[in-house]
């Protein structure tokens, strides 16, 4: 999409679902994101493409969760927009932006005592009026969600009394109740184990190809992103530092650009996606902290 | 990985059959505690004459008790208790807070300030003139209390509960530095400010009955979003929730009920604090069941304090804010041990 269509479409009337093309295509214009006078992301312009899975990666505090919260309302720009399929999400009301987008937060809040079911049961939220009673296509959406993560045998146990790796499949369960084309997911893996890491990122993988659902996930490990993504965002102090297909862009004097770490690139030897790895780095020659 | 919020919690599991008998038992021990509200006083009256009061048009003493002052007494009852339990629920819920209360917002305190400088100002005397100074009161502290937890928009819950602690302090210094200023004040105010529903014809109702409904009702209306929201903040928008908007109704909600039942019945505390926390071990943390579940559990604790307060030392008797100050108290203990285990 060229810039002058997406200027003519962004200030189309923002519709409920049916009648605009639905690519989930993520873009970002010019976009500013700010906490107080703190520049987080500046002026980034970036097109997040429909019906993939996306990693954004960058090292700590390069803004990687505060695009995510700028993606996903979460954060008002400073400045610039973003645009669902070439609707500005500030335009659309809330309810409809909860049907094409769902997010799963860092650090997300576990009520005391609730149930799995009972938590995947609140995904069902933006598709409930007031007083319209619980639905066949809510329960069904419920079911398919537990199914899916494997935690329909874990229904009816208390969310805070699961495992992490328990847990992260519960909360992930309640984005998909949401039913929503598009994903988002902060920091997923983070402290899980390595199988349950894998689990997870197995399920995401799982969800593009099956359920034709498009992801935006951050990861921290470059590899894990370079298997499982097939765009790679790479972020450097609120700046796009590469983006593309993670064979095309993932090399060595990118890491060291953007991570300041030597190291070599080889091809992952079970998938064939870069692998990162670092150069040995005796004492005397390691960067001064 | 997930934080853990204490004592608010939000879902139902599919099935009610457990939680349908529940409430109705519920309502049943309500029932018993308005019939012995009617009974029980200084001068004991049986059922039988009780009903017969209410429904035989029977006349005499006894039935003149029941009818002139316990009835009026009993119906305040309810209405405050209802007002305070659901204030407490809703007031935990847009909070994330379990402590989390009227009186922790400052709303009672406000009232109480309000009351005191009219009764000083304006020489009233009569709780039926204090009511819109009460009310007045307590809008004017919840609504300094939102400004102070006021953050780019929106309402942040841990600011809410600490400026509304702050405040409540220093209307409650203010308070006493204007009834040490004049004994009349003292005098007049003292009784009030315990927070009692005896001697309050329905008179001091009808007046707050538009707000305690309309307050009800904006109660009612935000429970579906109020289980997104102890999701934490991130999550409720992301699934949709207006979280600014929701907490601001959620806020308003509250001080048009706590604000009636202050200005009906003076600062009661503890109902609005023990009622969700008494039924959410029953009914679970669902807010759609929570709200209904406080609306019977306020008033079954504010009239047994009540009827409590009339027993212990007859003839006289102790105001239902004494006693519910002193059985609240352990619960509060209790509560604090919870939530910082």
Sequence with gaps: MTSEQLAATEHRVPRDDASAPRRN?????????????????????????????TAIVGPNACGKSTLLRGLTRLLAPAGGSVALDGTDIHRMPARALARRMGLLPQQPVTPEAITVEAL???GRYPHQRLLSPWSTADQAAVDAALARTGTDVLREQPVDQLSGGQRQRAWIALALAQDTDLLLLDEPTTFLDLRHQLDVLDL??????????????????????????????????????????????????????VFDVDCRVI???????????????PAGRRPPV | ???????????????????????????????????????????????????????????????????????????????????????GAVAQGITR??????????????????VVVAIYALGLNQPVQYVWFAFAGAAGAMFFALLLARRSGDIEPVRLALGGTVLQLVLLSWTSAVMLASERTLDEARFWLAGSISERPLDVLYPVLPTLVLGL?????????????????????????????????????????????????????????????????????????????????GPLLLLAADVLGRVVIRPSELEVGIVSAFLGAPLLALLARRVAR
């Design chain 2, 217 to 297: 009702l904006v109660a009612l209306a935000v429970t579906p979003a109020l289980n997104a929201l102890a999701l934490g903040d991130d999550s409720a928008q992301a699934l949709g929730v207006p979280v600014a908007r929701i907490r601001l109704a959620g806020a308003v909600a509250v001080v048009l009920l706590a604000g009636s039942a202050v200005a009906v019945a003076g600062p009661i505390g503890f109902i609005g604090l023990a009622a969700p926390h008494l039924v959410r071990p029953l009914l679970g943390g669902d807010h759609r069941l929570l709200v209904p579940g406080c609306l019977i559990a």
């Design chain 1, 267 to 281: 091809p992952d030897p079970e998938s064939g996606t870069p692998l990162v790895i670092p150069r040995h780095r």
């Design chain 1, 25 to 53: 295509e993520l873009s970002t214009r010019g976009l500013d994101l700010r906490y107080g006078d703190r520049v987080i992301v500046d002026g980034l312009d970036l097109v997040l493409p429909g019906d993939a899975i």
């Design chain 1, 120 to 122: 995947v049961r609140l």
């Design chain 2, 1 to 87: 990985m997930s934080k853990s919020a204490t004592g608010v919690a939000a879902g139902a599991p599919p099935t009610s059959a457990r939680r349908i008998p529940l409430l109705l038992a519920g309502v049943a021990l309500l029932a018993l505690c308005a019939a012995l509200s009617l009974a029980l006083g200084a001068r004991p009256v049986p059922l039988s004459t009780v009903a017969d009061a209410l429904f035989g048009g029977a006349q005499g003493k006894e039935a003149l008790v029941v009818t002139g002052l316990r009835l009026p007494r009993t119906v305040v009852g309810l209405a405050v208790g209802a007002a305070l339990g659901v204030a």
């Design chain 2, 97 to 114: 807070n379990p402590l989390a209360a009227p009186t922790t917002l400052g709303i009672n305190a406000g009232a109480g300030f309000a």
């Design chain 1, 204 to 257: 995401v993988a799982e969800l593009h190809a099956e359920a034709g659902r498009t992801v935006v996930m951050v990861l921290h490990d470059l590899g894990q992103a370079a298997r499982y993504a097939d765009h790679l965002v790479v972020l450097k102090d609120g700046q796009l530092a590469a983006a593309g297909a993670p064979a095309d862009v993932l090399d060595a004097e990118l890491v060291k650009s």
